[in-house]
């Protein structure tokens, strides 16, 4: 069962374009909502996270935007440039406890054309 | 820091042959995972470690994996025996108990032919 739902499998957007990645969760207990970036041949890494007590996060070009109401949440890539071209991952977890368990999207292949 | 360390980065073995893989945490953090990476499945958790201690393993495919944390800077991943179908990327990555982020090795990717 696949409690993230991350869409769209890839995307292709123009330099200097807007790239948005939606995922869609199930479990209302979750509490943490990160997005990972992976680029070929290496180990995911943080790129942004938020918590459900707000409601957007910007962090230079990269935002995110959360709907509590609708169980979903967002990636916003501003300005999209060639060398963001990679993989990214929505997760969410909730953190109770020693629970460190994060329930992974898919994944969306990101290609950024010069 | 040196980040998570991973060996081998690459293997290539037969069906049937005993696989391990090994991972040092950053030093000082007290979580470790395991997760599988395939085109198919995306990413999937294997299991982790709090304190050296299992405390999920709901995602380790079958008896043929086994995973051990003997100390705070070690563990390994077996697989015996590997099958085909084991073919994939392995990661470790570490998290200190305060912060939910996760820190990604480089990975192994594993072949079984």
């Known amino acids: 069962q696949q409690q993230v739902k991350q869409s769209p499998q890839s995307l292709i957007v123009q330099k200097g374009g807007i790239s948005i990645i939606n995922c869609a969760y199930e479990n209302t207990a979750f509490d943490y909502f990160p997005w990972y970036q992976q680029f070929p041949g290496k180990g995911p890494a943080l790129l942004i996270a938020i918590r459900p007590d707000v409601s957007e996060k910007k962090e230079g070009r990269f935002t995110i935007s959360f709907n509590k109401s609708a169980k979903q949440f967002s990636l916003h890539i501003m300005d999209s440039q060639p060398g963001d071209s990679a993989t990214y991952f929505c997760?969410?977890?909730?953190?109770?406890?020693?629970?460190?368990?994060?329930?992974w999207g898919l994944g969306t292949s990101l290609g950024v054309n010069p | 820091d040196a980040g998570v360390i991973q060996s081998p980065r690459h293997e290539v073995t037969e069906m049937g042959q005993e696989v391990t893989l090994r991972c040092k945490p950053i030093?000082?953090?007290?979580?470790l995972f395991w997760y599988r990476q395939t085109m198919m499945r995306g990413l999937e958790l294997l299991i982790y470690f709090n304190n050296n201690v299992p405390i999920d393993d709901s995602g380790m495919p079958e008896d043929r994996f086994s995973a051990k944390m003997p100390n705070a800077s070690f563990s390994t991943l077996k697989i015996q025996p590997s099958e085909p179908r084991d073919s994939a990327v392995y990661f470790c990555a570490s998290s200190f108990a305060g912060k939910e982020t996760q820190y990604f090795g480089p990975g192994t990717r594993l072949l079984v032919l």
């Open positions: 997760a969410a977890s909730r953190g109770a406890g020693n629970n460190r368990k994060l329930i």
């Open positions: 030093s000082g953090h007290d979580y």
